[in-house]
């Protein structure tokens, strides 16, 4: 969901301390990789991390995040406080605590975030979850074709169809850039979908559930594809 803006508010203004500096930094960014979005990210006053301009798009800061969100603002989960639900056409309903998921089976891999608009990170390390570990312990019924996927901002939603959900770079991320999930990238857990631009990977993931068919999400019933696949 690090992704194009929506039409609707979108937290604070770009600031001009942020612009000049972004401006300045885009030569580092070019060379900086994943590591330098974490550095940009930690450099960057909170309230100046959102993009409702699209200006961020524009400059020339190299591969780096930029952070958008479809709502006015998302309220923020912790290690009391976070829930992930997943259910829908499955034998065994669950909802975990963030406890829970550390205490699964974890995947480690290093891979490319591609935006739709055109912009990426590369080698970003993901951890966490494989999503079809969650599948499997929730027992998919049958007529279930698809996975529908939920934020805790209350507007996105994403879809996948049951095939590429099981892949194995498709995960329930706890950890990326060398540390936990911030709030801004779509924190404390969100999705990455491999192989997928970035609309696919929704962030503050709150639930999963298993459908007869792929619901189009928030981007694609704006005109987006549905398969989301890289260089399709």
């Not at 060379?31 to 991390?49: I, K, T």
Request: glycine content about 12%; overall charge neutral; charged content about 20%.
């Amino acid at each position: 969901m690090d992704e194009p803006r929506s039409s609707g508010p979108a937290g604070a203004p770009v600031g001009r301390r942020v612009v000049l500096g972004l401006v300045g930094l885009g030569a580092a960014g070019v060379v900086g990789g994943a590591s330098f979005s974490r550095r940009l990210s930690d450099w960057l006053a909170p309230a100046e991390l959102h993009d409702p301009t699209g200006l961020l798009s524009t400059l020339p800061v190299g591969p780096a995040f930029r952070y958008y969100s479809v709502t006015g603002g998302v309220p923020r989960r912790n290690e009391q406080s976070y829930r992930l639900r997943v259910d829908g056409l499955v034998a065994q309903p669950a909802t975990y605590r963030l406890s829970d998921l550390q205490a699964l089976p974890q995947t480690t891999f290093t891979s490319d975030f591609h935006c739709v608009t055109g912009w990426s990170v590369p080698g970003v390390e993901w951890s966490g979850v494989p999503l079809s570990e969650l599948l499997d312990r929730a027992g998919p019924a049958a007529p279930a074709r698809a996975v529908r996927i939920r934020s805790f901002d209350g507007t996105y939603t994403e879809s996948l169809s049951l095939e590429d959900a099981r892949l194995p770079h498709v995960v329930v991320a706890l950890r990326m850039l060398g540390g936990p999930v911030s709030h801004d990238h779509g924190g404390p857990v969100r999705m990455y979908v491999d192989g997928h631009y970035g609309y696919k990977s929704t962030k503050w993931l709150s639930g999963i559930e298993l459908t007869e068919r792929e619901v189009p999400g928030y981007w694609e019933r704006r005109g987006y594809p549905l398969e989301g696949t890289i260089g399709e």
